[in-house]
């Protein structure tokens, strides 16, 4: 397929140049005069890429072959035996050709090999750890690189006047002043390699690393204004020129980060509108992060900084915009192009040297190079240290200062500015291009060797991994807040201030003109820890596959560990459902005009045993869309019948949007005013009916559907894959009868079913029973319908009574036939004789119910608190609390929608 | 310095509010300039409205809060030295202190233990010692804002009660809510440079 596209594209290329040239194409018969060829060798016209691929193809195969020990990348990092393995490949290269062909032209580099590397570093930066040090960072990175630059260069000249560096090596203050420049910068490529594998805590990571990252400006305006003095002459230089100087450090770096912030606020507007075109997302980002940086490059100013600033500046709202995949592609994209150009730069770096055609040695430079650089270093950031502390809340202490002097690697950004260099105007150059390189080995192999035990020895402080749970993210918000109000209250507007009024504009507008308004909608941070936290519940549920449903308990993995995990999980997977990962237990309370009835029946009917029918499927082709195939689709289907659909919204939402498009989809608006017009009929409490409930389940999917489609009311044709909320349907069939008049009961906040658990055991749960009950709970009243498919009900019961062994249940409650409960409840007001399906309240509150019981002891009273529906018709028996307002927060959102 | 001199003598009791809550002398002053910027008719207390003048501090979710905590049990007037018993809780936490520390002293107020007592009685309304799931929902409500459900928002009170309940009694004691923290730096976390 894709050959013959390529056939034709090539066609009347191929035909055009036929006519030119007398060789012939193999491609076009009929037009050689000389008869078909059948081969051709074109080297040429693919030599270039071809070479290309054929580099990366050996880095990666190098990585490939590194880590099929686990001791040696333990021991090693990947740089250094990248760096080993271009020197070998140099050598052979070298004994081949006789001469040193391949090397890391400064051209590639800057502006193809190091862009990824930036960008990948930007946009995945930790912003918030990012800016509360970023007085630090800065500090480091403008103080510290001038004062590298100046001392190294200083004392490298005092060391030639010393005579120590040969006579030999031609270079004065100035030529000194600007080596020093392009020799002290800490290299982004060469620390974030070694610190990946160190793992030091998180701030010590932040400083070094982002120093390295925004000394890029002190390092481009260093070098290009020592360059050009050096060019001019030292004695054509006028004091205007170091004023000069001085001011393009800010024209730079300030406008450097303002073509980034630009350029992010461009590509989070884009990514607004791409709704439609999701598959041009990842693109892109990558396009106007690199346009970012070309642009910078073209201005003369800090492209590192620029891309920087615009992956740290419009990752919050291009994450929010664009869809789920998108979001993984960028990811993997990224890593990948940033990996590859790590791993290309690091072993031409090892190619680089070989080419001793461009070496000059001198020892005296090179050792004295080697002691300043880690010399001046050190004793930059101690002193640095000594006065930031004198500000730092959290002081760094004497290992870390340690920690920063030794990684201040050197690398390839060094490497290719010192090739960068004219040999006319610096006649030293060639010792400088060798010094250089040593300098880069040595910090990257050396240093990068040593890091590793250094840091083990010292005993610093490592990134303790743990993951986020709901708990931290919300109290360190509250910690904000808090902190940014003592400071108000004492009158200090410090950094806590001004983070929280950035927080507040940001909510105000920017959020509001970059973020598409679904987005923004359910785009926070501590709903984002909730719904990741849920994903992964989910995906590790899924993984567990349902067989791990044993005596033993599933256990969550978001759970911090402890005895009660077992407990918690199935509350959880249960509770969970009312938000955007959400089994459809939750999705199911539904109760619904009458229209959507029949619908419902029929649906019900088509998906128990059924697979989807696969003309539902548009047959397409789009370059625009990714459509799933049917094998896909199939075995999707066959696995959501396996997995009794109780999580399919788990592997992806869409199923809850679909059903909201494709079936009730002309009920929407009706049914939502249906809710509205129930909540306020009834009066009071009773007024948080179930058909408000429904309408609540309608929105919730609506917006949880960050994943693919935001705003999904729109995105008609995303696909119309699934017949799966049958209990959504079903219980709007339950919903005839019950409107009138159960609605006033269910509310009771003291009425609640049994343990769940019992309840669906006893109860009749095939269809063909014909029994039903209904049971309300006080936290919910989820309406479930009992006679869902077999595969439901048995995944539910597995997991209930995986939640609470019979054993331990209460046998009175237990024991209620639903027929029985249908007689004993005249009131019921469940009018389900009219309905032939059997019918169940199914709290999402019951795996607690659950928990506690198979938590023994503790819990007798929340026990005694579930009874069956019937037993309490009184209202006044409110539970304090939480019962009470939860209904009031009902009726406020009915009243609202 | 004479002049700062004279300025101490003005606060009253410095010597014992500055062995009770740690301050410096600087520090101390300068609260107390920033009292008496408060205090708007020199009454010589705060009373509730004077914070709530502070303009950032109504548009902080929490400033209701914060504002009450100055005023424990039902008080309307705040004296100088409660106001910087207050404050004293987010002084950062000295390096050396807890092993020269006299153990018959009280601990002193920004501990860590402190500090979290603090953030506890912000959620813990009704003072019982447990944050509910009722308590914990509506400091959801004012932490996430209008952008998530109050569907989605009874989850993740839901959730967050449960992942920090370890007794299962459905709500979150202080133990538990120091627990659940246990892994984060409070200390840094809860403290402001300035006032040191």
Request: proline letters at 5%; hydrophobic letters at 40%.
């Amino acid at each position: 397929m894709l050959r013959a596209a390529l056939l034709l594209f090539v066609l009347p290329l191929a035909g055009v140049r036929a006519a030119e040239e007398p060789t012939p194409e193999p491609g076009a018969p009929g037009e050689s005069p000389s008869g078909l060829a059948l081969f051709r060798w074109q080297w040429h016209e693919v030599e270039a890429p071809y070479l290309v691929a054929l580099w990366i193809l050996v880095a990666s195969l190098a990585k490939i072959v590194f880590h099929l020990s686990r001791k040696v990348t333990s021991l090693v990092p990947e740089s250094c035996l990248l760096i080993l393995l271009g020197l070998v490949l140099g050598g052979i290269v070298l004994a081949v050709a006789k001469k040193a062909e391949y090397q890391l032209e400064p051209g590639t580099f800057f502006l193809f090999l190091l862009p990824p590397i930036v960008l990948d570093s930007g946009y995945f930066m930790p912003s918030r750890l990012f800016f509360d040090n970023l007085g630090a960072i800065l500090t480091y990175a403008v103080v510290g690189t001038l004062w590298n630059a100046f001392t190294t260069g200083a004392a490298l000249w005092g060391l030639r006047q010393a005579g120590l560096v040969a006579s030999r090596v031609q270079a004065g203050l100035l030529d000194f002043l600007l080596f020093g420049s392009l020799i002290s910068a800490v290299d982004p490529v060469a620390v974030l390699a070694v610190f990946e594998e160190v793992h030091v805590n998180e701030t010590l990571f932040i400083i070094v690393f982002g120093e390295s990252l925004l000394n890029d400006a002190v390092t481009v305006v260093l070098y290009k204004v020592c360059n050009s003095f050096v060019e001019m002459g030292s004695t054509n230089v006028r004091t205007t020129d170091y004023l000069k100087g001085v001011a393009s450090l800010f024209v730079v770096s300030l406008g450097g980060a303002a073509v980034g912030l630009v350029f992010a606020f461009l590509l989070a507007l884009t990514t607004r509108f791409t709704k439609r075109v999701r598959i041009i997302e990842p693109l892109l980002v990558f396009l106007l992060a690199y346009a970012a940086y070309l642009t910078a490059e073209m201005a003369s100013l800090s492209a590192i900084l620029a891309v920087t600033m615009c992956g740290l500046g419009c990752k919050k709202y291009v994450e929010a915009n664009i869809s789920h995949k998108s979001r993984t592609a960028v990811k993997y994209t990224m890593k990948t192009l940033a990996s590859c150009a790590e791993t290309v730069i690091f072993m031409l770096l090892g190619i680089s040297a070989v080419d001793s055609s461009k070496w000059a040695w001198d020892s005296g430079l090179v050792l004295g190079t080697l002691i300043f650089i880690l010399f001046f270093r050190a004793l930059g950031v101690v002193l640095q240290t000594w006065v930031l502390n004198q500000f730092r809340l959290v002081p760094l202490d004497k290992i870390d200062q340690v920690v920063m002097s030794y990684g201040g690697l050197r690398g390839a950004v060094a490497f290719a500015l010192v090739i960068l260099l004219d040999r006319t105007k610096v006649p030293a150059k060639d010792y400088f291009v060798a010094t250089t390189i040593v300098v880069v080995f040595f910090t990257v192999i050396v240093q990068g060797l040593t890091i590793k035990p250094l840091v083990k020895w010292l005993k610093v402080k490592r990134s303790e991994h743990h993951k986020p749970t709901l708990n931290q993210e919300l109290h360190e918000h509250t910690f904000d807040h808090i902190l940014a109000a003592v400071e108000d209250v004492v009158g200090h507007h410090g950094y806590h201030y001004w983070r929280d009024r950035w927080e507040q504009f940001d909510k105000k507008y920017l959020s509001q003109l970059l973020m598409r308004r679904s987005a923004y909608r359910i785009r926070d941070q501590i709903w984002d820890v909730y719904y990741r936290l849920n994903i992964r519940d989910a995906i590790s549920f899924v993984d567990q596959g349902g067989h791990v449903l044993s005596s033993t308990g599933l256990t969550l993995p978001s759970m911090p560990s402890r005895n009660s995990v077992a407990e918690t999980s199935v509350t959880n997977l249960l509770r969970e459902s009312g938000s955007g990962a959400c089994l459809d237990l939750q999705v199911i309370d539904t109760v619904r005009s009458g229209r959507d009835r029949e619908d419902a029946a029929m649906h019900h009917l088509l998906s128990g045993g059924l697979y989807k029918p696969r003309r539902r499927y548009k047959a397409s082709c789009s370059r625009h869309f990714i459509s799933e195939d049917a094998q896909e689709r199939q075995d999707k289907e066959v696995f959501q019948q396996n997995m009794k659909r109780r999580l399919e919204s788990f592997k992806s939402t869409k199923h809850n949007i679909c059903f909201t498009k494709n079936k009730p989809r002309p009920h929407k608006a009706g049914r939502k005013k249906d809710g509205v017009a129930n909540a306020e009929a009834i009066n009071g409490k009773p007024a948080r009916d179930l058909g408000f409930q429904d309408t609540a389940a309608v929105i919730l999917t609506v917006e949880s559907e960050e994943e693919e489609e935001s705003n999904s009311s729109e995105t008609e044709k995303e696909d119309d894959e699934g017949i799966i909320f049958v209990a959504r349907a079903t219980s709007e069939v339950l919903q005839k009868g019950k409107v009138s008049g159960s609605l006033e009961l269910c509310p009771s906040p003291r009425v609640i079913p049994p343990s769940p658990t019992c309840a669906e055991k006893e109860l009749p749960w095939k269809s063909g029973h014909g029994d039903l009950a209904v049971y309300v709970s006080s936290e919910t009243t989820k309406i479930v319908p009992v006679d869902m498919q077999m595969g439901w009900n048995q995944s539910i019961s597995s997991l209930e009574s995986l939640a609470s062994p019979p054993c331990t249940q209460d046998p009175t409650l237990t024991h209620l036939p639903p027929r029985q409960l249908n007689v004993d409840e005249p009131q019921a007001l469940l009018d389900l004789s009219s309905d032939p399906r059997p019918s169940f309240a199914f709290p999402p509150s019951l795996a607690k119910a659950g928990r506690s019981r198979s938590e023994s002891s503790a819990d007798i009273p929340q026990q005694q608190e579930l009874q069956p529906l019937m037993g309490h018709k009184d209202h006044t028996h409110l539970s304090p609390g939480t019962a009470n307002s939860h209904w009031c927060i009902h009726f406020n959102r009915g009243g609202r929608l | 310095m004479g002049a700062r001199a004279s300025h101490a003598a003005a606060v009253p009791g410095a010597e014992r509010i500055r062995r009770e809550t740690g301050f410096s002398q600087a520090c101390l002053l300068r609260l107390h300039h920033r009292f008496q910027a408060l205090d708007r008719n020199n009454k010589g207390y705060l009373s509730r409205v004077d914070l709530q003048q502070i303009g950032a501090l109504a548009v902080n979710p929490l400033g209701d809060r914060i504002i009450d905590s100055f005023f424990p049990d039902g008080n309307h007037q705040l004296d100088f030295p409660g106001f910087v018993r207050v404050l004293a809780h987010f002084r950062p936490v000295d390096e050396e202190d807890p092993g020269v520390r006299d153990p018959k002293q009280p601990e002193p107020l920004n501990s860590r233990m402190n500090k979290l007592r603090f953030a506890f009685q912000l959620y813990d309304l009704d003072r019982d010692g447990k944050i509910s799931r009722n308590e914990m929902l509506q400091v959801l409500r004012l932490m996430v804002g209008v952008q998530v459900t109050e569907e989605q928002l009874e989850s993740i009170a839901d959730r967050t009660v449960q992942e920090a309940d370890e007794d299962g009694d459905g709500a979150v004691s202080f133990l538990e809510f120091t627990k659940s923290l246990e892994k984060m730096n409070i200390e840094q976390k809860m403290s402001i440079r300035i006032l040191k």
